[in-house]
Structure formats: structure tokens, C-alpha cells
């Protein structure tokens, strides 16, 4: 039972484009949704996150849309570059249940140069 | 990475042996978890700690044990390994509460690669 449905599952996007990745979510129990970038070989780091009372987050190039109403959100990366080439996980918490975070499956990321 | 060491990195164990996967956290935090990567599944949760004894079970906590007998350290047991366990395991820890304004999140050892053939 995969609670958080994330989209696409790879992406390709030139250099200087915007990539945009897309996560729904069931449960409206979830209380926070970070995004993770994932390299090959190593473990996922945390990468910006948003509160369900907030539409939109930004930083960086970085940015979280937040649809609430639709039970929605989407990480998009401005300006992408060849070295935003990596696996992109979102998530999404439920404090009562031990602060575990449920992921979605995953979108690998490739920016052609 | 920031506190947090996984042992071993890689392991291969032929199948119906028991395997041992140890993590080990310098930053006294509250939670750890125990989670499995396999392509098209992302991270799904096999066994959390909420303190030293505390455990309980993930989505697939099946063939799985874990213990923790200290704060720094949680260990993830296959009691008798499968090909189907077959996958990179991830320890993550995370503090009991997040501060308002921060972004809460885990911070992920760097993995162990366990094959079982």
C-alpha cells in the first residue's frame, strides 16, 4: 500500500530547463513533506520541505508547490544542471505514528549538458 | 555522514544464513529506522527505534529483527536470508522533535549493498 504516489519515474531535461516532479499523497494525517536528493552510491540528504499550512517554498533553485485542497505537491528545479543529476525522493510524515516518513518511489533525474 | 556509520558496506551470504547489519550514531539521537531501496519501490520502512529498547515494526518488517541495547547503536538482523532480501539497506536517525521554522528530516547512512545468492 504505497500511501505517497510520486511521478515520473525518470526524467530528462536539459541544461538550463526546469525539471518538475510530482508527488499525491492519501492520508490527510501527513503533517510535513520533504524532498530528498539521493547520488549513486550514497544515502539520501535531505533537500527542502514544507508545512501543509504553506503553498509554496523556495530555495535556491529549489522549489515545493503545495496543494493541499488536492492533496498534492511538486518539487521543481529552476536552472537545472548536469549536477542535479541524481535520484529525487519525496515523503511524507505523520507525527503520531513516530515521526516516520513514508516515501514515494522515486523520479532519477538526468540534465544533459 | 554527519554522524552516522553503517557496517559492513557491502556483504554477499548465501541463502538461509543469518546476517547482521549494524548502525552506529554519534548523535544521541532519539529515532532510528531500518529501511530497504529496491528500484520502483523507493524506501520502505522495515523497522523504526523510538529509544533504547523501543522498537516496532515498518511496512515490511517481515524476516527482519531488530535490537537496541544502546542509543548509539540499532541493529537489523534477516534471520534467514532469501534472495528476495536481496537489496541496499538504510539506517536513518532523527531527532524527537522538530524545531519550528527548521526543516526536520533524517539523516541516511551511506548503505549496505547485501546480496544473498
Known sequence: QQQVKQSPQSLIVQKGGISIINCAYENTAFDYFPWY?????KGPAL??????????????RFTISFNKSAKQFSLHI???????????????RMETSGSRLTFGEGTQLTVNP | DAGITQSPRHKVTETG????????????HRYMYWY????????????YSYGVK????????????????????????????????TSVYFCAI???SWRQGANYGYTFGSGTRLTVV
Open chain 1, 37 to 41: 536528493q539521493q547520488f549513486p552510491g
Open chain 1, 47 to 60: 533537500l527542502i520541505a514544507i508545512r501543509p499550512d504553506v503553498s509554496e517554498k523556495k530555495e535556491g
Open chain 1, 78 to 92: 529552476m536552472d537545472s544542471q548536469p549536477g542535479d543529476s541524481a535520484t529525487y525522493f519525496c515523503a511524507a
Open chain 2, 17 to 28: 544464513t543469518p546476517v547482521t547489519l549494524r548502525c552506529h550514531q554519534t548523535e544521541n
Open chain 2, 36 to 47: 530497504r531501496q529496491d528500484p520502483g519501490h523507493g524506501l520502505r520502512l522495515i523497522h
Open chain 2, 54 to 85: 523501543d522498537t516496532d515494526k515498518g511496512e515490511v518488517s517481515d524476516g527482519y529483527s531488530v535490537s537496541r541495547s544502546k542509543t548509539e547503536d540499532f541493529l537489523l538482523t534477516l534471520e534467514s536470508a532469501t534472495s528476495s532480501q
Open chain 2, 94 to 96: 532523527s531527532e524527537s
